[in-house]
């Protein structure tokens, strides 16, 4: 079964520091997204991409967060100065034209920044 | 503004018996909800979903039914088992960006 993969799957990085969260969408779809979830609490919308460019974002994402599909298989989360409170697990999810059903979350990346 | 919420945090059943997992919606205007499971580690995935013209929806195991009258979505898994363990959440998804509740554990005991 086809899947979403993100890499690493635990990062850990210093308070100000870049960090570049990696994720490969599956292969046929088109719309792709991050969301972040802090620990015991629900998943959240960070922002949605189509088409090379931004779709939709939340307040969370702010101007130190930008996404990048670099080639015709990645597609990046970028922070620019990571904070304490970015720390959290970061979910990639990529779906089809044809709507939710098969939209498809990876394992996630978790971010501790100390 | 709009959210989904959850009844209960933490579920316990004992194996071999039904769950019911509830959830709340406050936007009447919402069209498609889905539920998902999340195991330990893991992301969200995807167990059944509804549009609002239902108000059943069968699969394998798992039944939802939506109120729409009360704004009230549950989630029935039938003869639960240890490996369905695992936080569970609705979701809204009428605009392809599914708005997630807080979840529910659900703790499967022998």
């Known amino acids: 079964e086809p899947e979403v993969t993100q890499t690493p799957s635990h990062q850990v990085t210093q308070m100000g520091q870049e960090v570049i969260l990696r994720c490969v969408p599956i292969?046929?779809?088109?719309?792709f997204y991050w969301y972040r979830q802090i620990l015991g609490q629900k998943v959240e919308f960070l922002v949605s991409?189509?088409?090379?460019?931004?779709?939709?974002k939340s307040e969370i994402f702010d101007d130190q967060f930008s996404v990048e599909r670099p080639d015709g298989s990645n597609f990046t989360l970028k922070i620019r100065s990571t904070k304490l409170e970015d720390s959290a697990m970061y979910f990639c999810?990529?779906?089809?034209?044809?709507?939710?059903?098969?939209?498809?979350f990876g394992s996630g990346t978790r971010l501790t920044v100390v | 503004g709009e959210s989904v919420g959850l009844h209960l945090p933490t579920l316990s059943v004992q194996e071999g018996d039904n769950s019911i997992i509830n959830c709340a919606y406050s936007?009447?205007?919402?069209?498609?909800f889905i539920w998902y499971k999340q195991e330990s580690g893991k992301g969200p995935q995807f167990i059944i979903d509804?549009?609002?013209?239902?108000d059943k929806r069968q699969g394998q195991r798992v039944t939802v039914l939506l109120n729409k009258t009360v704004k009230h979505l549950s989630l029935q898994i039938a003869a639960t088992q240890p490996g369905d363990s695992a936080v569970y959440f609705c979701?809204?998804?009428?605009?392809?960006?599914?708005?997630f509740g807080r979840g529910t554990s659900l703790i499967v005991h022998p």
């Open positions: 936007n009447s205007a919402s069209d498609y």
């Open positions: 999810a990529s779906r089809p034209s044809t709507g939710l059903y098969g939209y498809t």
């Open positions: 979701a809204e998804g009428g605009s392809y960006i599914p708005t």
């Open positions: 292969s046929n779809h088109l719309y």
């Open positions: 509804i549009r609002s013209n239902m």
């Open positions: 991409f189509y088409n090379n460019e931004i779709s939709e």
